[in-house]
């Protein structure tokens, strides 16, 4: 259980704000311990200040701070877990105008691995510097599940448990607009009739090396290093897209071999089937 230390018996502003920023982490490590999404409503009033061990001022000053931020509404029927402004606007700015696009078009998947590779660098540095003890436990979970998703026999479940463990990173890096820009890059990728996750799931040895670079990521933002956080990332979206453009070489080259061996019809049987 998370829990705040009593303010002295005389606390001045700086030390009420560091009880409220207190509170405020607290919170969120509920939110991440007990895997609540938008709609989930938190403990009573009550029940909050016993668990975080706080004033009820206190509490409802970190309840309004992140009421403020858009990630908790206040109603007449409690608190509960609001559905943040950075993700409404990143699916209707990025994923919805993309999506057809990249359905259309698996070229644009390249233009996603590199924002991608921008943001989850970011992700990395602050999940290292900022993650609770839940989110790690959280990053720890989504990571072995992503292991042991392997030899299902569905790439779409290894890729769905890859891009979990990419999220809960982002989630650790306590940052709204980071993580809700990186869930509409994932949204993007899996709406893509060439998942970029899904292609590289299909190439034997790959998930060896895709292993060891998501344990070196985990183990950096475990450690805190934050520093080697970034760099292990940047090689690890750096491999996935040299992959993934092997890979979309090698079956254009596949498509341009097959249109070149095909039966062509003769002119005349042409002119006859018209």
């Not at 018996?9 to 009880?19: H, L, M």
């Not at 029940?47 to 061990?53: E, H, K, N, P, T």
């Not at 299902?152 to 709204?176: C, K, T, V, Y």
Request: net charge neutral; with cysteine.
């Amino acid at each position: 259980m998370t829990t705040v230390p009593p303010a002295s018996s005389a606390p001045g502003p700086a030390s009420s704000n560091r009880v409220v920023d207190r509170a405020v982490a607290a919170i969120e490590a509920i939110i991440a311990e007990r895997g609540l999404t938008p709609g989930a409503r938190l403990p009573s009033e009550r029940a909050m200040v016993a668990m975080i061990g706080t004033s009820r001022g206190s509490l409802r000053e970190a309840i309004g701070r992140l009421s403020a931020a858009g990630l908790l509404s206040v109603g007449p029927r409690g608190t509960t877990i609001a559905a943040p402004l950075a993700a409404r606007w990143a699916e209707g700015t990025i994923a919805a105008p993309l999506g057809a696009r990249i359905a259309a078009d698996p070229g644009y998947g390249h233009d996603v691995l590199e924002v991608r590779q921008g943001l989850e660098r970011q992700a990395a540095f602050h999940a290292a510097r900022r993650a609770l003890p839940a989110d790690r436990d959280h990053i720890r979970r989504c990571f072995d599940a992503m292991i042991d998703s392997h030899g299902s026999g569905d790439a779409g479940d290894e890729a769905q448990a890859d891009a979990a463990f990419h999220l809960a990173i982002a989630r650790a890096s306590h940052n709204a607009v980071l993580h809700s820009v990186m869930s509409s890059m994932f949204g993007l990728l899996r709406s893509s009739i060439s998942d970029s996750l899904e292609k590289l799931y299909t190439v034997p040895r790959t998930f060896e090396q895709l292993s060891d670079q998501h344990r070196r990521l985990m183990e950096t933002i475990l450690a805190g290093d934050a520093e080697a956080a970034r760099d292990a990332s940047d090689a690890h979206i750096q491999f996935v897209e040299t992959t993934i453009r092997g890979i979309d070489e090698e079956r254009a080259r596949q498509v341009r071999a097959a249109a070149l061996h095909a039966p062509s019809i003769p002119q005349d049987r042409q002119k006859s089937r018209s």
